[in-house]
């Protein structure tokens, strides 16, 4: 099994739907990460939490949410969807150290 | 601020060819260098790191070598394998902060 499951893992849907990606971790580690991956731009960190009572915005947080709800869960929402919110949505963990980062496989996100 | 650039792709290169992929860096201080690769329909993997000055991180045949006074941390690897190809990003973090910073990727298609 996994040590970070991402679901789903493609969704399509409509302008203005609310969205949510979920993603969680066996690796026991206190630190998660929501990037967006769009062709040619590389990783974009969308939130951070460094535990469940720490929620952080990264470089591109607007028009998203996020919920730590366990050491092990952190989910992500777009409230009202639009069309350049399509990309490819990655969650991260790390230790402490924050050195190495374990990626899920992704969620690609289509918004029509 | 902080940020990376890598060449851009896609590098196309039949097995057993020589690669390179460059990577340079503008950071202040000391930051930790590291390649992360992106198999087809994966989530990204650290491939290897370098934390300060003069290391050589290496994995998999895969080495780059941090050079502070270039300013770079290029991948290279002596005869690639079609297992090779792959989305490989080169990333930087400094001690303490929050995040990676990611370049754009650069796409390696070796072919038979």
């Known amino acids: 099994d996994a040590d970070v499951t991402q679901t789903p893992r493609n969704r399509i849907t409509k302008t203005g739907k609310r969205i949510m990606l979920e993603c969680s971790q066996t690796k026991g580690h206190d630190r998660m990460y929501w990037y967006r991956q769009d062709p040619g731009l590389g990783l974009q960190l969308i939130y951070y939490?460094?535990?469940?009572?720490?929620?952080n915005k990264g470089e591109i947080s607007d028009g998203y949410s996020v919920s730590r709800q366990a050491q092990a869960k952190f989910s992500l929402s777009l409230e009202s969807a639009i069309p350049n919110q399509t990309a490819l949505y990655f969650c991260?963990?790390?230790?402490?150290?924050?050195?190495?980062?374990?990626f899920g496989e992704g969620s690609r996100l289509t918004v029509l | 601020g902080d940020s990376v650039t890598q060449m851009e792709g896609p590098v196309t290169l039949s097995e057993e060819a020589f690669l390179t992929i460059n990577c340079t860096y503008t950071?202040?201080?000391?930051?930790?260098l590291f390649w992360y690769v992106q198999y087809p329909g994966e989530g990204l993997q650290l491939l290897l790191k370098a934390t300060k000055a003069d290391d050589k991180g290496s994995n998999k045949g895969f080495e780059a070598t941090y050079r502070k006074e270039t300013t770079s941390f290029h991948l290279e690897k002596g005869s690639v394998q079609v297992s090779d190809s792959a989305v490989y990003f080169c990333a930087l973090s400094q001690s303490g902060a929050n995040n990676l910073f990611f370049g754009t990727g650069t796409r390696l298609t070796v072919i038979p």
């Open positions: 939490s460094f535990d469940v009572k720490d929620i």
């Open positions: 991260a963990t790390s230790d402490e150290q924050g050195v190495k980062l374990f």
């Open positions: 950071a202040t201080g000391y930051p930790s």
